[in-house]
């Protein structure tokens, strides 16, 4: 951020003492629940850390994530002009929505800049007039292809796991058994497991981070934890995903992207490598798909369009 002329500081350190516990569960109810334990948990310190940051910088506006929702509520005591951003599904219905606690944020913040767009994005009747789907806003670091990579002729296939631990790592590992015999170049990134050991074959890479867009501008598929960032990340690019969706919104992103016909779902419960490479390959036959998301993505606008809709609805 600082490289790109911001000025930027961490957010509390007692936020990110309070890590995801949700991959630990054995059930998805009980995965749930563990998941909004811990953004409850994260609430109070969010609050008081966002209170301080606009004591200090005293901004013209605000942008909240979705799911700090201590800092949405001091960004709502504080007045002013706000907003909050949204990089995940929005919930099929409103029993959904009051469900996972969000209906306040949805209703009270007087934008909210939702990161998706149609056709993978479903219609949704009686939809907020203040929600404005920018499509996503793709950003990282830049970086280059990890080392080796360079001189692989064969189409790549890159593997995402989530930042969070989640005990979603097992993709790492099936993946390149599932691949080992096809041409193509399997990159398995696991930044929440590090120290995994995996039985790598002549044709995979596994690394704990590697910035993904090198890889997908190569890539014949995308195989995601189902997570929105990642997954539309890929499709983006025209890139076919296989979705295997482990918990959180993985589920709802995964459906979208076999009803886009933009890829392949696979429960993580019948994840194995016959399975995989059946549903990669799969994927890969549905480029067409993906192509059709990247160029409505594009339309969509992403960062300009979000920064345009807080120009125009908070301060004009």
């Known amino acids: 951020m600082r490289g790109l002329g911001f000025e930027a500081a961490p957010i509390s350190g007692e936020i990110e003492a309070l890590p995801m516990e949700d991959g630990r569960a054995r059930t998805t109810a009980g995965r749930q629940l563990r998941a909004l334990r811990t953004i409850r948990a994260r609430a109070s310190h969010d609050f008081r850390d966002l209170l301080q940051a606009l004591e200090d910088e005293r901004p013209d506006a605000v942008l909240v994530d979705v799911l700090a929702s201590g800092a949405l509520d001091a960004a709502a005591r504080r007045g002013g002009p706000w907003a909050c951003y949204r990089p995940f599904p929005l919930p099929p219905s409103r029993g959904a929505i009051r469900y996972l606690g969000i209906s306040r944020p949805l209703a009270r913040a007087p934008l909210h800049l939702y990161m998706s767009a149609p056709p993978f994005e479903f219609p949704h009747e009686g939809r907020l007039p203040n929600v ?19 001189e692989v002729e064969e189409p790549l296939v890159l593997v995402t796991t989530s930042t969070e631990f989640q005990n979603d790592e097992q993709l790492a590992r ?65 890139v076919p995903v296989c979705a295997v969706p482990f918990g959180r919104d993985q589920f709802e992103v995964a459906r979208r ?28 036959a549905r480029r067409g798909g993906a192509e059709r998301i990247g160029r409505a993505f594009a339309a969509t606008g992403g960062a300009v369009a979000a920064a345009e809709a807080i120009e125009r609805r908070l301060l004009a």
């Open 257 to 284: 992207v076999e009803v886009a016909g933009a890829g392949s779902r696979l429960p993580a419960r019948r994840l194995n490598p016959r399975r995989l490479r059946s549903k990669v390959l799969e994927a890969i």
């Open 132 to 150: 404005v789907m920018v499509g996503p806003c793709r950003w990282e670091p830049a970086g280059d292809l990890p080392a080796g990579l360079e």
């Open 174 to 238: 099936v993946a390149p058994a599932a691949l080992a015999d096809e041409p193509v170049h399997v990159v398995a990134t696991v930044p929440s497991a590090a120290e995994l050991e995996v039985e790598v074959p002549d044709n995979a890479t596994v690394v704990p981070f590697a910035p993904h867009l090198p890889i997908l501008r190569r890539a014949a598929c995308a195989i995601t934890h189902g997570g929105m960032g990642a997954t539309q990340k890929a499709l983006s690019l025209g």
